[in-house]
């Protein structure tokens, strides 16, 4: 870490110029130069500014890249140390099998499958407390991480990582000590797919599988982002897309501050414009479409992934499209029971009292 911070210091020697530059410019003013000389001087301190700022992008783009590395290597580390046999560095490693770190509450529910997507651990957004609590309402045969679990692109911009992140990563990773955990790789998590194929402490590393339903369809599960032509094409205007997103979560969370105030229920702008803007609409309907064409390609009947923060299930394309959602904004997910239903369970609208909500069931 030292060596990789040495490396994106300025050289000692550009220090010492713009030093010199800044003590030459400010004296010239002291000692009463022209109109000229002051035009000359204010000039080469704009030059000057121009120069630091270049090399301050130049630095931050390779801090980036520092820190994508940084994010992989930090989840192989934890997907390490969860082995049975590996070292005691988290409280998953010393556990005997059979034995977790949390133990789910008396009335978890016994489902054959749970897709989750688009958590996004890293960014501020992540409702990772509320993950956490639903994690401990299911107890599922098999979890399907369907992408975007960690956001590498914000860990990118800014380090954000809370106790309650590592928490949420921790208990994904326990999961797999005694059932099956597969994890798709997304856009935000994107350096994971280097390693599709693999398996780290039995979670199953993938781009995309088939899973085989209860209700005897085949399911092709993949997170979408392949088929969305802004990220495909135009990567700086999805890299745009996210930090607009951003900031409007920003706005979001002071909008229904003032709303709880007030006894209003939560609202989401985006969500709202999701189905209100006509070229949202659009673009949803042209990703499901797209993602029901390539189930078909694959001689599956259906498809479940996530990627567009839009929960649904609709056999709208004679193909079975189940979108999971998101945990920024919605908290939903997709459960199949045993007897070959899906539903969709919105977990932030749910009533602590009752049981959980089902936003749609198939």
Known sequence: MTARLVRLMPSADSVKL???ALIVMSSSYRVGLSVSQHHYATGGLVLLAGG???????????AGRD?????????????????????AMTPSAALPP???RRAPVRAA??????????????????????????????DPEALFLVGDIVDGWSLRSRWYWPPAHEEVLLDLLDAARSRRVVYLAGNHDEFLR????????????????????????????????????VVRHA????????????????????????????????????AWAKLKVKGAVNYISSFEEELCREARRNGAQGVIC?????????DRFDVRYINTGDWVESCSAVVEHHDGRFEIVRWADRDRSTSPTVGAAA
């Not at 270049?54 to 783009?61: T, V």
């Not at 054959?112 to 956490?132: K, W, Y």
């Not at 996530?306 to 609709?314: C, F, L, T």
């Open 52 to 62: 630091l700022c270049w090399q301050w992008m130049i630095l931050r783009r390779r």
């Open 306 to 314: 996530g990627h567009i923060h839009h929960a649904a299930m609709h």
């Open 194 to 229: 280097q390693h599709s194929g693999a398996n780290f402490a039995r979670v199953e590393i993938a781009e995309r599988v088939v899973h085989r339903g209860a209700d005897g369809r085949n399911y092709l599960v993949v997170h979408g982002d392949q088929f969305d032509a």
């Open 235 to 270: 990567r700086w205007l999805a890299l745009v897309g996210d930090f607009a997103y951003r900031s409007a979560l920003v706005l979001n969370r002071g909008l229904n501050q003032i709303r709880r105030q007030v006894g209003k229920p939560y609202w989401s702008f985006s």
């Open 109 to 138: 529910l016994k489902v054959r499958s749970v897709f989750i997507s688009d958590v996004h651990l890293g960014m501020n957004g992540c409702q990772a407390e509320a993950l956490a609590d639903f994690l401990r309402h299911f």
């Open 98 to 100: 059979g034995q977790h």
């Open 18 to 20: 713009c030093a010199a």
């Open 67 to 87: 820190v994508t590395q940084s994010v992989a290597g930090l989840l192989k580390a934890v997907l390490a140390v969860a082995e049975p046999a590996g070292t």
